[in-house]
């Protein structure tokens, strides 16, 4: 089926027609229960998406399309765990790493829960000892660092979730995120380090990725070095998450050290498996657990809430109708939360990984548009930078607003400030100001239109009563279930990622020549060719 030929397709863009050029000004003042209509609540989430340019017509036209995309058999099959991710061959249930110890989910022969919960029985046992000092390194020495190595689902997700959850880290023990091989980041992550004091814990789903083995052999260099002792040493400050055991023995890693996933946990999906014991060792099993549950209820509410009461499928079907029907090219993801910094990063591997796919999951060419690019940064810094362009540029860029009533940190009225101004934001993009209103100001007529705010910018807006580890949960949960509605939507895989490989092995490729081990192979390209014979230049190779 070529979805954009469904008589459900057809009807949105004739509705799109009718409706694009209608105002949010307009729809505003002709139905004053707009807001408390569109207005959805999922765990502690409360989010409006009534500042979207949809009547109840559109919103009831695209429920119709997920219904004719099968989007709740998908959801279904996916709880069940079916093979969703068809071009791996493989079920996706990080659903799973969420559920209740009570549950009971059996698949292609695996306890799947059981399995869940032995491993975060493990996970628990282990933060304790790290946390209490009950672990100790190889001189006797309780730790006081942890570095995770990992880098893609098995860096942003502990990364962000530990930067989020700042506030509720183990403030004595310093937790760092070492991702890139670029070895500025693991010469900076360790330059103040102890290491009699540092655990590394090596998170890497396949345990083959480039980036974290070449970290993980400088981590046991650096290590070995500074103690002064043989390989010994390694399995007191060495500890892997991974699915691939003899990786992981192979490198040196006891897997008595190891925590196991499964691969039906995709990796940028897996911040709530293993992955995620870095953080779970920064801000403990309790608020862990916490986190988990968050996930868990929105899960559930994906599982059971009719399509058309569905926050995230709203919202996915919302992205839809913007990346579709109005050519939307990007969406601004705009936490008013320092604490909420590397959220736009991990989003763009969640959402982009999953579904900047350009052939359905049958092979075919997607006739239409796919993923958006993500992008954001925290307010009230975004105002001051790009704003600009989303309240006057020539560009359509729905946004989402996250923001929070309780402040972590309550200093004078900072909080209400920053509040104030992601509230001003959203209503200043949706309503604009008209000329009349400029020109009403004593505004000189020749700057009267520099001024006018189109108005009419969509945005939903995000707000929970605190930043706690559940509801960073439920944040979490929310996105991957929106990436969920559009994939199933677009009819492409959204679980797996063939598109970042063929880089990768023409790096490993070309880097012999980098180092001038070979000469520069000769049907490589003339401009691949010309930069490697500068950069061996400047090496002096
Ligand atoms: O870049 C592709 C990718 O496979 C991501 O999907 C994944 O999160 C990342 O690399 C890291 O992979 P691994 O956990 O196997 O090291």
Redesign the pocket.
Known sequence: MDITRTAEWQALAEHHRAIEDQTLRTLFAEDPERAARMTGRVGDLLVDYSKHRVTDETLRLLVALAARAGLRERIDAMFRGEHVNTTEDRAVLHVALRMPADEDLVVDGQHVVRDVHEVLGRMRSFADRVRSGEWRGHTGRPIRAVVNI?????DLGPAMAYTALRDHTDRELTVRFVSNIDPTDFAEATRDLDPAETLFVV???????LE?LTNAAVARDWLLRGLGVDDAAVARHFVAVSTNTDAVRDFGIDPENMFGFWDWV???YSMTSAIGLSLMVAIGPEAYDELLAGCHAVDEHLRTAPLEANVPVLLGLLNVWYRNFFGAQSHAVLPYSQYLSRLPAYLQ?LTM?SNGKSVRADGEPVPTATGEVYWGEPGTNGQHAFHQLLHQGTTLIPADFIGFGEPAHDIGEMHDLLMANMFAQAAALAFGRTAEEVAADGTPPSVVPHKVMPGNRPSSMILAPRLTPGVLGQLIALYEHVVLTQGVIWQIDSFD?WG?ELGKVMARELAPALTGAEPVAVDQDGSTAALVAEYRRMRGR
Do not use: M, N, Y
Not at 203 to 209: A, G, I, L, N, R
């Open positions: 990992g880098i893609g689902g098995s998170s890497s789903k396949t345990f083959t990725t974290t995709g990796g940028r591997q990984e990622q970042v």
